[in-house]
């Protein structure tokens, strides 16, 4: 019985250690998207230093006779708020503009707060609540989730579930971490 508990605890701190992984925020990655149109993407992401990161999103979405090219582009400030029961969570405040351009223009800006979460070495979720001046104004809760392939390949997918007439959003695609 001793010597069960001894291995458990043994697992228990090797699955412990191991879930201790760092977020990557440094990527790159394409695939595709299903919005107000689907087609393909391309993002990337880019930790300046202990604080700031800057990223970036094109779609080019298509709906029967309708094409539009989608940008946003903004920064996340990383609050260094530590969640006592999950110290490796990263808590962060978003801000950007969104822009649309093609078939219809229109500009504008978003922000909210988010969350990044590794659960395993080889699984990191995330969440992110924000509102949107473009459109309709619209909140959306999105949540994803990266499954590394390798340290540097990873597959990711996420849901953003939108307020008002604004179309649910779907993403499935592939990252290079750098």
């Known amino acids: 019985m001793k010597k069960s508990l001894f291995l458990a605890g043994i697992i ?15 990527y790159v ?11 393909p993407y391309i993002e990337g992401s880019y930790r300046l230093d202990g ?19 989608v940008v946003q582009a903004g920064v996340n400030y990383l609050t260094g708020f530590k ?17 649309v351009s093609g078939d219809a223009d229109e500009t504008g800006g978003y922000g909210g707060v988010g969350v ?3 659960l395993t070495p080889q699984v990191e979720l995330y969440s992110e609540a924000t509102y949107h001046s ?17 340290p540097d390949w990873a597959i ?18 592939v990252s290079y971490q750098f």
């Open 12 to 26: 228990t701190a090797v699955f412990a250690a191991g879930a201790q992984a760092n977020i990557k925020w440094d």
């Open 29 to 39: 990655g394409a695939g595709y998207t299903d919005a107000a149109g689907d087609g």
């Open 51 to 69: 604080r700031w990161v800057v990223g970036g999103t094109y779609s080019r979405l298509s709906s029967g006779p309708f094409d539009v090219n």
């Open 83 to 99: 969640l006592d029961f999950s110290p490796t969570t990263q808590t962060y405040i978003l801000v950007g503009i969104d822009n």
């Open 116 to 118: 990044r979460h590794p």
């Open 134 to 150: 473009i459109g309709d104004d619209h909140g959306s809760f999105t949540g994803g989730i990266a499954f590394f392939l390798s």
């Open 156 to 173: 990711r997918s996420n849901i953003a579930l939108n307020s008002g007439d604004t179309k649910n959003e779907f993403r499935f695609g």
